[in-house]
């Protein structure tokens, strides 16, 4: 790793999830915050926390994805919404660009992103084309001047009306599938980019998530990542590093669940219970750690990281609903740990592929000849 050690990422993020998150994680778990909370990228900036992927030439630590991991473990822990923030800015909204863009757009993008000046979002779901990424429909029409315009609606982006640049996934052929999709760097400010209001979720109520409308959007055709026709590619990437990120969210979650539940005096007797959500928690936190290390040495990880998607966030919803039992009836309130954490816990099990993809993952990986 040739950027700032693991062991300081894992101090800087441990301190900035119980000095700055902390105190605010039970309001942003009620969505009481009218205002994007900004503030959250820009404190976890000034601890160098934002551009953990991001190489140093371009204003990163290069510190690789074990520590990116740590420091969504360790916000997801406090607050879920907090974590989905950070880790879409700094996984799948940033990474493309290290990954796939040429040198003009790192010097343009990264640097910004990686100092946490610009918030980034990551839009490939539609409505109609959720697990089946393939079948999305927004269109982009090269023009003579080699520009493109973007014309669609994506569903479910996390961080849209606040992000500044978006990777968006869209259609630059007129044939079905993945090979005639395209990926480009799409910023906020361009005429015809119309975030619409965020939703009202059953949980991560502190995150924005949102339609992202493109409406005749011009984009230069510079702005394109990796070349036309690459877009699927750029984005089933994106999706596998950012499957650790939401692995270990899930196990904040989870953690943060066992937290409220051993706090919980009446929980005390129920001690076979509590030593499975440790169990499911621990090896929670194996399985993403392990693909993350896979990641970090350039070795194939697609298989673990879906594995430990779908371990992890499916143990957070069973240690979470755990919690929820043992903390009865203190836990049947809004606003207790326990329940935040089960309405949490549900999304993880959704995007970035839902866990179902992830079993078709694997199979295809076991039965491979």
Known sequence: MAGVSRDAVLVAAEGFAREVIRPRAQRMARGDDVHFPRDILEEAAKRGLTGLLV????????????????LIEAVARECASSAVILDVHVS??????????????????????????WLGAFALTEAGSGSDAAALRTTATRNADGSYILNGSKAFITNAG??????????TGHTPGAGSISAF???????????????????????????????????PGQNMLAGEGQGFHVAMSSLDSGRIGISAQATGIA??????ATAHRAAHQFTSTLADMDALTAASRALYRHAAEMCDAQQPFTREAAAAKLYATDAAMQVAHQAVE????????????????????????????????????????????
Request: hydrophobic letters at 40%; charged letters at 25%; proline letters at 7%.
């Open 326 to 369: 043992l903390c009865a009836p203190d836990s049947q309130s809004e606003d207790h740990p326990a329940a935040i954490r089960v309405r949490d816990a549900k999304a993880c099990q959704i995007y970035e592929g839902t866990n179902q993809v992830q079993r078709i993952v694997l199979a295809r990986h076991l039965l491979k000849t």
């Open 162 to 171: 606040a992000a500044d640049v978006y990777v968006v996934m869209a259609r």
């Open 185 to 219: 760097l799409v910023e906020a400010s361009t005429p015809g980019v119309k975030p619409q209001p965020p939703l009202h979720k059953m949980g991560l109520r502190g995150s924005w998530t949102a339609e992202l409308v493109l409406d005749d959007v011009v984009v």
């Open 55 to 70: 190489p140093r030439e371009y204003g990163g630590t290069d510190a690789g994805h074990v520590a990116f991991a740590h």
């Open 92 to 117: 799948v909204a940033t990474e493309p660009i290290v990954i796939f863009g040429n040198e003009e757009q790192k010097r343009r993008y990264l640097p910004r992103l990686a100092t946490g000046e």
């Open 255 to 260: 953690q943060g669940a066992l937290d409220a």
